[in-house]
């Protein structure tokens, strides 16, 4: 059992305060998921081409360090913006596989949560309150946030094997549910030279969903391949720079509520997690129907 929350505005007015909305919405899925958390948090992209790259280490690092270390073997400014003493997001207008790329080489034991023109990512074991407060989420301004509250069932609880799960550039997924089918799908994947950094199954949806997006499809034709290959119950989120998207399995038995109004589109596991958010007693608040692909973009 996990908590997924998610929230998109319309109006821009709102963007200081997405972080202030996000919280008390990831707060409310504790009792869903106590073992980890992360969130995904979109805002306007970085000037010049720059890519924000969020990064984790297992222990405190000299982030500043890295940051010349990856400048002078890229040829490209490196800006550190640090959010713990292991936790970081750099930006660069260097390529994306050569900065990537510079990462492993200088600091390999770095592990690479996700990046994109748009996107900074979060995640950690503990609390979600903790995690929120950790990291200043409050704090944060954008046009759209994808969080996760993980109860471990199938996989170990680390930060590696928590949500969202970020194998593309601004692409992130949140999953509640299983697959029966992921190891088929996994291997599948990997003989395609797509192979997955963890066992969690989750992330498994994200890779196949990045693969096929890499391949040409839009974001609604990914979520078809999941619908059509991967066996199992399932409720997902899943964000683009652009995009907010909803589907759940041909049961549906995974819970799953979205509210609309002309300011936002909130959704969550459960409604309580909506009940703080401005203007929600004149929502439209709805159920996604089995298999339906609901998607918003900007």
């Known amino acids: 059992m996990c908590g997924i929350i998610g929230l998109h505005l319309k109006n821009p007015d709102l963007q200081p305060r997405l972080g202030v909305l996000l919280t008390p ?4 899925m504790t009792t869903r998921g106590p073992d980890s958390a992360g969130i995904a948090v979109y805002s306007a ?23 010349q270390r990856l400048a002078a073997d890229t040829g490209a400014e490196v800006r ?35 990046w994109g023109r748009s996107m900074v990512l979060v995640k950690d074991v503990g609390a979600p309150a903790d995690i929120c407060h950790r990291y200043g989420i409050p704090g944060w301004a954008g046009y759209q946030g994808a969080g996760h509250t993980r109860m471990a069932t199938e996989s170990a609880v680390t ?22 089918n992921y190891a088929t799908i996994r291997g599948r994947l990997a003989r395609a ?37 991967m066996d199992g119950f399932f409720t997902l989120l899943v964000t683009t720079g652009t995009q907010f998207a909803v589907v759940r399995d041909s049961f549906a038995c995974k819970p799953a509520v979205i509210a609309e109004t002309s300011d936002y589109v909130a959704m969550a596991s459960e409604y309580h997690a909506l009940a703080g958010l401005p203007g929600i007693t004149g929502a439209e608040v709805f159920e996604p129907m089995p298999e339906e692909i609901h998607l918003w973009s900007r």
């Open 193 to 229: 030279g797509v192979p997955c950094d963890t066992d969690n199954d989750s992330e498994v949806a994200a890779r196949l969903i990045a693969s096929r997006m890499a391949a040409g499809d839009g974001l609604e034709d990914a979520l078809k391949t999941v619908l059509k290959e």
């Open 159 to 180: 930060t590696a094997h928590s949500h969202p799960f970020a194998p593309a550039a601004d692409l992130a997924l949140v999953h509640n549910g299983s697959f029966s």
């Open 25 to 28: 919405m990831l707060e409310a």
């Open 80 to 114: 550190v913006r640090q959010l713990g003493p292991d936790v970081t997001v750099l930006s660069s207008a260097a390529g994306e596989a050569l900065l990537l790329a510079a990462v492993r080489l200088a600091a390999p034991q770095v592990a690479v949560a996700g």
């Open 45 to 67: 992209p970085a000037t010049g081409g720059e890519l924000r790259y969020s990064l984790r280490a297992d222990e405190p690092l000299d982030w500043e360090l890295l940051g």
